[in-house]
T-cell receptor, first 116, second 116 residues
Framework: NAGVTQTPKFQVLKTGQSMTLQCAQDMNHEYMSWYRQDPGMGLRLIHYSVGAGITDQGEVPNGYNVSRSTTEDFPLRLLSAAPSQTSVYFC???????????????FGPGTRLTVT | AQKVTQAQTEISVVEKEDVTLDCVYETRDTTYYLFWYKQPPSGELVFLIRRNSFDEQNEISGRYSWNFQKSTSSFNFTITASQVVDSAVYFCALGLFKAAGNKLTFGGGTRVLVKP
């Protein structure tokens, strides 16, 4: 298993540009999520999905869109990039969306995004 | 709303010293999980431990130990006889069971620098 993969690893955008951060997992996990990591603020949940076709907002969803057309993929779209979206983005997946939290959450390697 | 506070932003120690990382959480839920993750300089997130709210037993794993006290809403982490490889950012996280899908709330992280 490749686990959770993210592409690209690094990206530089200009203000106003759009792009999609890719996330895929090959573990048949129900739950997938996107976090952003900013200095001193830990990881904050952007959007999450409890299964194909089902998504919901997290703590900081503004400026981001997601979709979950398959179990494996959970792309994050930046509609019009802003400097405030400069961050490191992590995708994560977990086997079960509900019930016990005893299932380990697997994180991808991260995407470092800079918006100038 | 839930919250995780890691009051120490950075701790610097000399190799072989012990270091304790504080984590205080807030939640009104009675059932929850607490986690610690390590983020080494390479950037990936490494799962260290998970503890559920019904189990207040302290745990030791090699040089790592965890002290969970519900009375003070704390889940502190101690590294004994620190090594340079322990240099990393450590995150405490709180996981809640929610009908809309389980989510993790992270603290701001504590950077540990172990000097030789």
């Amino acid at each position: 298993n490749a686990g959770v993969t993210q592409t690209p690893k690094f990206q530089v955008l200009k203000t106003g540009q759009s792009m999609t951060l890719q996330c895929a997992q090959d573990m048949n996990h129900e739950y997938m999520s996107w976090y952003r990591q900013d200095p001193g603020m830990g990881l904050r949940l952007i959007h999450y999905s409890v299964g194909a076709g089902i998504t919901d907002q997290g703590e900081v969803p503004n400026g981001y869109n997601v979709s979950r057309s398959t179990t494996e993929d959970f792309p994050l779209r930046l509609l019009s990039a802003a400097p405030s979206q400069t961050s490191v983005y992590f995708c994560a997946s977990r086997q079960s969306a509900y019930g016990s939290l005893s299932y380990e959450q697997y994180f991808g390697p991260g995407t470092r995004l800079t918006v100038t | 709303a839930q919250k995780v506070t890691q009051a120490q932003t950075e701790i610097s120690v000399v190799e072989k010293e012990d270091v304790t990382l504080d984590c205080v959480y807030e939640t009104r839920d009675t059932t929850y999980y607490l986690f610690w993750y390590k983020q080494p300089p390479s950037g990936e997130l490494v799962f260290l431990i998970r503890r559920n709210s019904f189990d207040e037993q302290n745990e030791i794993s090699g040089r790592y130990s965890w002290n969970f006290q519900k009375s003070t809403s704390s889940f502190n982490f101690t590294i004994t006889a620190s090594q340079v490889v322990d240099s990393a950012v450590y995150f405490c996280a709180l996981g809640l069971f929610k009908a809309a899908g389980n989510k993790l709330t992270f603290g701001g992280g504590t950077r540990v620098l172990v000097k030789p």
